[in-house]
């Protein structure tokens, strides 16, 4: 290393010190390793929208081994539960190491060649489209993949299988806030980087279980505390984050369009807007403000069940900071009316001027890794890459050009993740292809998701565990883990950040991109798939992105390693990126004003009545991730949560581990009682990890947004029971000839629920 003074701007690197840092980390005076032959990989996690940068630990022989914290400004060397854990999916004895096949769900799996796979798989498909049309044969993405992967999907789907029958796992995370977004401000992201909440003076946070579900996130709402900013939770629980705020709104889930309608009515009677920017900046604002009037603060009251005068207090709190911000997450967006209440919650913020500033402005939480970059570049059923409409003719032609296919060859817009399970059943989709996604846990009403399925002649699944979904398949294609690809996602904040290859897969194991790659080859397009690897299909996505709001052009591997991430739009190797949007309050519509929507509150889809009196509502833990898949195979994960329970208040007479039976118009499951004063009498909540018999999604309802087409997890009418004994937690699927990781398994027949305090009131366990 040179003897150079290392400059104080960290932008400036003095010669050496890049080389320095990829061989293995930063210089830290005084300090020595106490191990030798080591390799610290700079990386991010697989997990969540926060995307945490570490280091991956890899030993000589080319494994990684362990994980260190990075002093990334995302996380600045914090890591939650799952990050920490992360790396031991990596080289996890569960891993599937082999294709598996079978021609009919009565055997059993076998291991065979990728030749024999492939040729099964590409037989199969040809058949099912000759006989029933190319539209026979549907392909579902998922929101962890990297984008590259992403974008192959959608390009696979329309090119390679011309089906117009493509979505992702996403459909169930972030999509009633993109609607919502794209019809606001002609742009689908958060408006503001994490660290802008460090300078608000009031900070709302609606549906988001932010501590257990971004728990590195909740350094930011912290470090805004400390500088004196006001917090307000609206949520039916009152998890960790709302136990310390100021406010915390314990509304009956689903009102949420009801609750923000009536601040807004507050806000516009005491005089707390922002006349001067909404004459210049929005249109819609006389509508929104009319339409506001029949929602009192007495009459919602009723409907969301809290104070009118709480309803007042968040007015005036929000209204009167000169900074304040919203965010939010699923809890308001698993709803049949998400679009409109992410929509209402743009109202509020446009209404009183709090866009395009630090610590003002509005953002939603992405839930899965990728869930930004996963919806940008063309998996999504309605998108093609750079966020372009598959119905706009301008927006054809130019992907069509890109791509090297007649625009006629491109297929029109398909339909959402369940409303493919429906086409499922009804033989209107008879062949499938699944990657990185796990229906049979994360779907809504699983007794239709598993028919739906079960109708498929023919289904393969890309995955590194078995999952329930693959394990009902016919093909099921071993690929990589995250650490063993390098590629890109886009985390909640539309920050660009790259991922780095830290080992070689397994013998046998191969990428998403190889596999795509080499089915599309066989399939007869293969000209249009000769990519190498991730970074040629990245170079291919800058350009199909180019000049769109979803810009990409800009981001290279190269400027993301030298700078740690980049947010888009980015349209030049020159330009810095756009962490903020809306300065000067300028938004993407062409007359870049904010849209401003009016919303009328309707009750959920699912009635209550005498036999279903109470709200079930889901959501997820902070040891576990979406279905589980991985999660529930991490020994201290599972140690730490190894089964789901059913959160229900003290007055309903149950005593925390009794057996309660939850039982809604879909199905029935029985698990322990966590009995706690942390959520509303009339609610019960279940978190969604586990597949059937304890699944949440035994018991949610398949009713879908009319805008967004996302599911309604977030409430549906139940009632509770006492009952003998829980259900059994299955153990997660394995390959054939071996069982379940025993010592990642040993405490899934515990019978109580976990031992940490989840809220208030929390009985503990003696």
Not at 204 to 232: H, K
Request: net charge negative; glycine share 10%.
């Amino acid at each position: 290393m040179s003897a150079e003074r290392v400059p104080l701007d960290p932008s400036i690197a003095p010669s050496g010190t890049r080389k320095f840092r990829d061989a293995g980390g930063l210089p830290a005076a005084g300090w020595r390793a106490d191990q030798t032959e080591q390799t610290l990989v700079p990386t991010h996690c697989c997990f969540c929208g926060v995307q945490c940068g570490m280091y991956l630990r890899v030993d000589t022989h080319g494994k990684v081994f362990g994980v260190e914290p990075r002093n990334h400004d995302i996380n600045r060397m914090r890591l939650c539960p799952k990050g920490i854990n992360a790396y031991q999916q990596v080289n996890h004895p569960d891993r599937l190491v082999t294709p598996l096949m079978r021609r009919s769900r009565d055997e059993p799996f076998r291991a065979v060649t990728w030749e024999e796979a492939l040729s099964y798989t590409v037989e199969q498909i040809r058949r099912i489209q000759s006989e029933h049309g190319r539209d026979a044969f549907g392909m579902l993405g998922g929101a962890s993949l990297f984008s590259e992967k992403t974008y192959l999907v959608g390009k696979f789907a329309r090119v390679a299988l011309k089906t117009r029958h493509v979505d992702y796992n996403g459909r169930l995370c972030m999509v009633s806030a993109a609607g919502a977004n794209k019809l606001a401000f002609g742009i689908d992201r958060a408006a503001n980087p994490f660290s802008d909440i460090l300078q608000t003076e009031c900070l709302l946070i609606a549906g988001s279980n932010v501590g257990e579900c971004f728990p590195v996130m909740t350094q930011y709402v912290w470090g805004a505390r400390d500088r004196g900013a006001s917090l307000i939770v609206v949520d039916p629980r009152e998890t960790a984050i709302a136990r310390t705020a100021d406010i915390h709104v314990a509304l009956k889930s689903g009102t949420d369009a009801a609750f923000f309608n009536a601040v807004l009515n507050v806000i516009v009677d005491e005089g707390l807007t922002d006349e001067a920017f909404l004459e210049a900046h929005t249109t819609g604002w006389a509508e929104v403000k009319q339409s506001v009037k029949e929602y009192t603060p007495a009459r919602v009251a009723e409907i969301c069940g809290v104070p009118a005068e709480q309803i007042v207090q968040v007015a005036r709190t929000f209204g009167r900071a000169r900074r304040a911000m919203a965010w939010h997450a699923r809890g308001i967006e698993h709803h049949t009316q998400g679009v409109e209440n992410c929509l209402t919650v743009i109202n509020l913020c446009t209404a009183t001027g709090n866009l395009g500033r630090p610590g003002a402005g509005y953002g939603t939480i992405t839930g899965q890794g990728n869930g930004q970059g996963g919806r940008e570049h063309g998996q999504k059923a309605d998108l093609l890459p750079g966020g372009r409409s598959i119905n706009d003719p301008a927006h054809r032609r130019q992907i069509s050009a890109i791509w090297g296919i007649d625009e006629e060859e491109l297929p029109q817009a398909g339909t959402s993740m369940m409303e493919m399970v429906w086409q499922m059943q009804r033989g209107e989709i008879r062949g499938l292809l699944g990657v990185c996604n796990n229906p049979f846990v994360s779907l809504p009403n699983y007794a239709v998701v598993k028919s739906g399925y079960d109708e498929l002649e023919f289904h393969a699944q890309f995955d590194f565990f078995l999952s329930e979904t693959a394990s009902n398949a016919h093909v099921v294609f071993p690929v990589t883990t995250w650490a063993e690809d390098e590629g890109v996602m886009a985390n909640a904040e539309a920050r660009v950040v790259k991922h780095n290859k830290a080992q070689e897969p397994p013998a046998g194991v191969h990428t998403d991109t190889w596999v795509l790659c080499e089915l599309a080859r066989r399939l007869g397009v293969g000209e249009k798939f000769a990519f190498e690897g991730s970074k040629e299909v990245f170079d291919e996505l800058r350009r199909a992105s180019a000049g769109t709001v979803i810009d990409y052009y800009g981001i290279t591997y190269e400027r993301l390693e030298e700078t740690g991430g980049i947010a888009w739009p980015c349209p030049s190797l020159d330009h810095p990126g756009t962490p903020r949007l809306f300065e000067g309050g300028t938004t993407a519509h062409p007359d870049g004003k904010v849209h401003m929507q009016v919303v009328e509150w309707h009750p959920p889809a699912d009635p209550y009545d005498d036999e279903y009196p109470m709200t079930l509502t889901t959501g997820r833990t902070v040891a576990h991730f979406l279905s589980g898949n991985q999660t529930r195979r991490l020994g201290a994960l599972v140690e730490q949560t190894p089964r789901p329970w059913v959160e229900v208040h003290p007055s309903h007479g149950f005593r925390t581990g009794d057996p309660v039976r939850v039982v809604t118009r879909r199905g029935t499951s029985v698990l322990p009682a966590l009995v706690t004063e942390a959520i509303r009498a009339d609610h019960v909540f279940v978190p969604y990890h586990w597949p059937y018999p304890v699944a949440a999604n035994a018991l949610t309802i398949d009713a879908l947004d009319p805008r967004s087409k996302i599911p309604e997890y977030k409430v549906c009418a139940v009632r509770i029971e006492r009952a003998e004994a829980v259900d059994e937690v299955p153990a997660p699927p394995t390959p054939p000839g071996r069982e379940a990781y025993p010592e990642t398994q040993v405490s899934r027949t515990d019978p109580l629920p976990p031992t940490s305090p989840q809220g208030r009131g929390t009985a503990e366990r003696g």
